[in-house]
């Protein structure tokens, strides 16, 4: 009982990140079945059929392309107009930017099904066919915030004494900027840049609103399983779920060894 006392924030941390991985766990084991009807929610025969052959339902890995298209292109909007405006928060005083601040939390606060209702209203009203770029337009939106308030909490923690020692050794606001701030903000950047990349990739409710003919991955798992859910759902689910853990583990070596050379 001591050691359990000892240990207890370790082991509700443990068996909490176990509980948030069983799901991914699941959907990887199912990656390798080989159901006899339609629908892949029962373990029948152990198969690598999917995993050759993983565009093999139609229109799939279409959509797949798409979300990834309109992923990157989201992200990017997202970041650069995020990153901005984060420096502008933290840096500069100006009129209304209390509310500013206010309103940056008001998407992720508020339900998808308003945004995305507003968004439609907004559309129509202005006469815009429904499609890629609204969906993009609307991606960009609701990330806008998480990237905000990702780079806004690094900024806001930065020393200023760094850019202070940089011009003081002759460096140009742009120098300043490409070699100091911008090092220093980057985790900020990278966070708000995955969690852009990954809400935007998984979103449904807003893109169901207002893709028009445009289906994206999750329209298309969202359809898929009316009639039976193709077994390579579950492969481009692992495989994205492998590449995320991968990028999570690439990162936290890179940041290791930076503090061992930074302590050398």
């Known amino acids: 009982m001591r050691w359990i006392r000892k240990n207890l924030v370790v082991i509700a941390g443990l068996l909490t990140l176990a509980y948030m991985i069983l799901p991914n766990l699941v959907v990887m084991a199912f990656s390798f079945n080989k159901p006899k009807g339609r629908f892949n929610y029962?373990?029948?025969?152990?198969?690598?059929?999917?995993?050759?052959?993983?565009?093999?339902v139609a229109d799939m890995c279409e959509s797949l392309s798409l979300s990834l298209?309109?992923?990157?292109?989201?992200?990017?909007?997202?970041?650069?107009?995020g990153t901005m405006i984060a420096f502008?928060?933290?840096?500069?005083?100006?009129?209304?930017?209390?509310?500013?601040?206010?309103?940056?939390?008001l998407p992720m606060a508020m339900p998808e099904v308003v945004m995305a209702a507003s968004l439609l209203t907004l559309f129509l009203n202005m006469g815009i066919e429904l499609g890629f770029w609204t969906v993009l337009i609307a991606h960009i939106m609701f990330c806008l915030s998480f990237v905000v308030t990702a780079v806004k909490a690094r900024?806001?923690?930065?020393?200023?004494?760094?850019e202070e020692a940089a011009r003081d050794l002759y460096a140009g606001p742009a120098?300043?900027?490409?070699?100091?701030?911008?090092?220093?903000?980057?985790?900020?950047?990278?966070?708000?840049?995955?969690?852009?990349?990954?809400?935007?990739?998984?979103?449904?409710?807003?893109?169901?609103?207002?893709?028009?003919?445009?289906?994206?991955?999750?329209?298309f798992v969202w359809g898929s399983a009316q009639r039976g859910t193709p077994v390579q759902i579950n492969v481009i689910g692992t495989a994205m779920f492998i590449l995320a853990v991968l990028m999570v583990a690439a990162g936290q070596i890179i940041t290791n060894r930076r503090k061992k050379t930074a302590t050398a």
């Not at 500069?92 to 601040?101: E, L, S």
């Open 42 to 56: 029962s373990w029948q025969e152990f198969s690598l059929d999917a995993w050759k052959d993983p565009c093999g």
């Open 69 to 81: 298209q309109l992923a990157a292109w989201a992200t990017l909007g997202a970041v650069v107009l």
């Open 155 to 162: 900024v806001m923690s930065m020393d200023p004494r760094l």
């Open 175 to 219: 120098q300043t900027f490409l070699r100091v701030t911008l090092p220093i903000a980057a985790p900020g950047i990278a966070a708000g840049a995955l969690l852009a990349f990954a809400l935007s990739f998984d979103d449904f409710i807003i893109t169901n609103f207002n893709a028009g003919s445009t289906v994206t991955f999750p329209m």
């Open 88 to 105: 502008a928060l933290v840096r500069y005083r100006f009129r209304a930017r209390g509310a500013i601040n206010s309103l940056i939390f």
